[in-house]
């Protein structure tokens, strides 16, 4: 990945409405649209340990895709200590996920939350033990 690309207008809206309804049903804090870049971020800190996903479109050698990445943070004194993404490869061609968005909005709705579910889990599997 080599840099930050925009979300269209459709895909941004929805995109912040279904983040903001999984971060609520949740209990997380989100942060939609995130230093005004096209960039999500749901989150959760307990015990000095914050699980996040962050949400965003990338120019990958071979299209621009919307990643669903998962990390744990160790955060005390304010400062972060150490951070590990999971190894997930959780993402959907930006394309793609636009004309579903276009064509079949439910189901881009549906597709969108089941990625965030599946990054949430894989946010929430990482421990303290795991970062080095």
Same mark, same amino acid.
């Given at each position: =990945?080599?840099? =930050?690309?925009?979300?269209?207008?459709?895909?941004?809206? *929805?995109?912040?409405?279904?983040?903001?309804?999984?971060?609520?049903?949740?209990? *997380?804090?989100?942060?939609?649209?995130?230093?005004?870049?096209?960039?999500?971020?749901?989150?959760?800190?307990?015990?000095?340990?914050?699980?996040?996903?962050?949400?965003?479109?990338?120019? @990958?050698?071979?299209?621009?895709?919307?990643?669903?990445?998962?990390?744990?943070?160790?955060?005390?004194?304010?400062?972060? #200590?150490?951070?590990?993404?999971? #190894?997930?490869?959780? #993402?959907? @061609?930006?394309?793609?996920?636009?004309?579903?968005?276009?064509?079949?909005?439910?189901? @881009?709705?549906?597709?969108?939350? #089941? =990625?965030?579910?599946? @990054?949430?889990?894989?946010?929430?599997?990482? +421990?303290?033990?795991?970062? +080095?």
């Amino acid at each position: =990945m080599s840099s =930050m690309v925009d979300v269209p207008y459709s895909v941004g809206k *929805l995109l912040t409405d279904v983040v903001s309804e999984f971060a609520h049903v949740q209990g *997380l804090v989100c942060h939609p649209w995130y230093h005004d870049a096209p960039l999500w971020l749901i989150e959760h800190e307990k015990d000095g340990l914050r699980h996040t996903v962050q949400i965003a479109a990338w120019l @990958a050698p071979d299209d621009q895709f919307l990643f669903f990445t998962p990390h744990v943070w160790i955060h005390e004194g304010g400062e972060n #200590k150490g951070t590990l993404s999971a #190894k997930r490869d959780i #993402k959907i @061609a930006l394309d793609k996920l636009q004309r579903l968005v276009e064509k079949k909005k439910k189901a @881009a709705r549906t597709q969108i939350l #089941k =990625m965030l579910e599946e @990054a949430w889990a894989a946010a929430e599997e990482l +421990t303290r033990d795991h970062i +080095t």
